[in-house]
């Protein structure tokens, strides 16, 4: 350990690791630079985001038997989020990197240079790389930002510090490629929960819920920015939001809610559950916080619908509706050992591909967990197996897999407490057409009325009457069903 006084504000600042080279004061937030036994001041370093992590700088736990403290991190922003990578110190003076993105945790171990890695620019999703005798595919390629830091750090990072990464897995097994620095670094590591970690000193909700104003993945309102209608969300899980009512996309990872689109076009969807709904599944409450209307791409009457549901302890699943009937949808954390285009195997057991389609999002209301945008294209191939169903969705960016399981439309109108029968499966039919009749009624009782309004002297009588019976037209013809 290594102690020494601030240069800027003359606060203590200590360094436990011998291979941190970077330090950020917690009083100035001044970036120190560590040299042999001297300290540099680099600057000031951002403050991190608020964002709901459970953990902090000195939280305590066990990995494979080892005792870790966390000494520092990193925030990172890319298009679809946010996430941190805490530095993590081993009893014996090792370090790992545990990352956290919206609930789901990754230890990692840096192996040092991997030569054999490939381009980065050449890397896409899916492709394969070996390391150990396993054979890992790529998940994610991407290129991040630091948005600020704290504690201390292996290697110098600042403003506009640019973090690209791919990830990869096998089965259980996760690695990632680091490019940041040039040279491509291994990191090798599993998907862990702070419960296995058995960690300690972390932060309370109640402890969040002080800095941040929220209790961390209790459903929060805020005001739409865009036309202020009430918008509910799962403060710092699910943060993208599409407002219901104006079909803004709101991004609320911030302090502030910020527009990051308008979309004027749209047309309110009715859909058979709605965000807000909520549902009681073998005993544990969950809400549905997003709805999204998906179809073919290259067959626009083929179409289905999708609901992202949100519990605080277990996170995220979906329920899907379509033509075929309802299916629970469980994203997967452990892929598959292997797959091909014609076959999967996932936890021994064997599935063999399906359909092979182009899903294009039409319509998306409520909160999500990434950007959710009308007009996103997504690669799907179901494999079916004697087990279900498994699903690997792929965008150019990202690969995931998925696992569903048919359910009953009578047990999902159980869950949800509806009184009437669910549909078994759902129509085709465009409920947002009334208006369209009603538009037209309306220009025809105008053209009607407008020699009579030319000629009356009584024009305004006239202009209320019509006013009156317009909205009487559009009133019907715009509301949202409801039951
Ligand atoms: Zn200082
Ligand atoms: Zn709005």
Redesign the pocket.
């Known amino acids: 350990m290594y102690r020494t006084a601030?240069p800027?504000?003359g606060?203590e600042v200590i360094f436990r690791s011998a291979a941190s080279v970077m330090a950020v004061?917690e009083?100035?937030r001044?970036t120190l630079l560590r040299d042999a036994d001297t300290v540099r001041d680099q600057g000031k370093m951002s403050a991190v985001l608020e964002d709901y992590s459970r953990i902090r700088i000195g939280t305590a736990g066990n990995w494979k038997g080892k005792a870790f403290s966390v000494v520092g991190r990193i925030q990172l922003r890319y298009d679809a989020g946010l996430w941190n990578e805490w530095y993590v110190l081993f009893d014996d003076n090792t370090a790992a990197w545990l990352a956290d993105a919206s609930g789901q945790y990754l230890m990692t171990t840096d192996l040092g240079p991997a030569a054999d890695a490939p381009v980065f620019e050449n890397l896409r999703p899916e492709q394969r790389y070996t390391h150990d005798g396993k054979s890992f595919a790529f998940s994610d390629v991407r290129t991040a930002r630091c948005t600020g830091g704290e504690g201390e750090l292996p290697f110098k990072v600042g403003e506009g510090w640019e973090a690209k990464v791919a990830d990869a897995r096998a089965g259980s097994s996760f690695l990632t490629l680091d490019y940041s620095d040039g040279p491509a670094h291994l990191y090798v590591g599993e998907a862990v929960t702070l419960e296995g970690l058995a960690c300690q000193l972390l932060r309370e909700p109640e402890q969040i819920a002080e800095t941040a104003g929220r209790l961390p993945g209790r459903p929060n309102v805020l005001d739409c920015p865009s036309c202020g209608s009430p918008l509910t969300y799962a403060a710092g899980m699910a943060t993208q939001l599409v407002c219901p009512a104006c079909h803004a996309e709101v991004d609320c990872t911030g302090d502030k809610a910020e527009v990051l689109k308008k979309h004027t076009e749209l047309s309110h969807v009715v859909t058979t559950l709605s965000p807000g709904d909520e549902a009681k599944i073998d005993g544990i409450k969950w809400s549905i916080l997003g709805v999204m209307q998906c179809a073919e791409r290259d067959d626009e009457s083929s179409q289905w619908t999708e609901y992202l549901l949100y519990n605080t302890n277990r996170g995220f699943q979906w329920l899907v509706e379509s033509s075929e009937g309802w299916e629970r949808v469980m994203v997967l954390d452990d892929w598959p050992e292997r797959f091909t285009a014609e076959s999967a195997t996932f936890k021994g057991k064997e599935f063999h591909n399906l359909y092979n389609y182009a899903a294009v999002v039409r319509y998306a209301a409520g909160a999500f967990n990434w950007r959710a945008s009308v007009g996103d294209v997504t690669w799907i191939a179901d494999y079916k197996g004697a087990d279900g169903k498994l699903t690997k969705e792929a965008t150019p960016n990202e690969i995931g897999w998925s696992r569903s399981m048919p359910v009953p439309a009578q047990q999902v109108g159980q869950w949800f407490g509806k009184k009437e029968k669910l549909p078994e499966a759902a129509s085709q039919a465009d409920e947002g057409s009334l208006l369209w009749p009603a538009v037209i009624a309306i220009i025809v009782m105008v053209l009607f009325n407008l020699p009579m309004l030319i000629k009356s002297d009584d024009s305004e009588g006239i202009w209320i009457v019509m006013f009156i019976a317009g909205g009487l037209l559009w009133w019907p013809a715009s509301r949202k069903k409801k039951d």
């Open positions: 601030c800027s504000c606060g004061c009083y100035c001044s």
